[in-house]
């Protein structure tokens, strides 16, 4: 045996210390096919792991794939980043980016859907790494590319960027519900560009910031949020919203006691 092969064992147990781990591709639990595309082009092929902590409720089928309702709970993980809400198969699969800053790492909202799609969510950690949770939808074809009733609304102009919701105290958090007006086009119907909410800021009453959103067009039209605080000081809400056409919107929420 040659000399270096005999001691080849010790120098693999001397080095293994200092040798980075890597852990083995994970099968994607969806069997989705374009799970690799999405991790590249959503996560930007950053570290992830599929995590059953990262809770995607839903329903197994819907009849209107134009609005879709997905509540997403990350809580389990501890400290949240961001989280991600996309669709593989919609032709736009991105539908929001949620920095939960001072909010809970939970939230609720509808969405569109093209076609029987899985749906997921996912958080980044402090250490940079995704956990990924989803859950599948049958739903039927086209709910990205549909005409929306808003826009056969003769009035849609004078509901753009109107606010509608509340916040209240539930246990031992505060929950806040907020809609705000816009068609959300997707830019996939004919004669109708791309139109839709942006950003999204809450901020306490004494202006500072709770928690940013990038929006992006798969959101449902007139899309209606969730979201959860364990304490929020102060009797009022802020919130800003900006669109696609740069459009600015604001308004204030009052806290109910």
Request: proline share 9%; hydrophobic share 45%; net charge neutral.
């Amino acid at each position: 045996m040659p000399p270096l092969a005999r001691h080849l064992p010790a120098l693999l147990v001397l080095l293994g210390t200092n040798l980075p781990l890597y852990a083995a591709p994970q099968a994607d639990p969806l069997h989705s096919v374009m799970w690799d595309v999405m991790h590249k082009t959503v996560l930007g092929d950053q570290p992830a792991v599929f995590d059953e902590r990262v809770k995607v409720t839903l329903p197994q089928q819907v009849e209107d794939g134009q609005r879709v309702p997905v509540s997403v709970d990350a809580s389990a993980l501890g400290q949240v980043e961001e989280i991600v809400l996309f669709a593989d198969y919609n032709p736009l699969p991105l539908a929001l980016r949620f920095q939960p800053l001072r909010l809970q790492p939970v939230f609720a909202v509808a969405m569109r859907v093209n076609q029987a799609t899985p749906i997921r969510a996912a958080a980044r950690d402090a250490q940079g790494v995704w956990h990924v949770g989803g859950q599948l939808v049958d739903a039927p074809g086209g709910g990205c590319a549909l005409p929306t009733p808003t826009r056969a609304s003769t009035d849609w102009a004078n509901l753009l960027g109107k606010m509608y919701g509340r916040v209240w105290r539930e246990g031992a958090t505060h929950r806040i519900r907020l809609r705000v007006m816009h068609p959300m086009d997707t830019g996939l119907v004919g004669n109708t560009p791309t139109f839709h909410l942006t950003q999204l800021r809450l901020s306490d009453s004494a202006g500072q910031p709770l928690a940013r959103l990038s929006l992006d067009a798969p959101l449902a039209e007139n899309p209606l949020f969730t979201f959860q605080l364990a304490r929020l000081d102060g009797d009022n809400l802020r919130i800003d919203a900006q669109d696609s056409d740069g459009n600015a919107f604001g308004g204030r929420l009052p806290v109910l006691p």
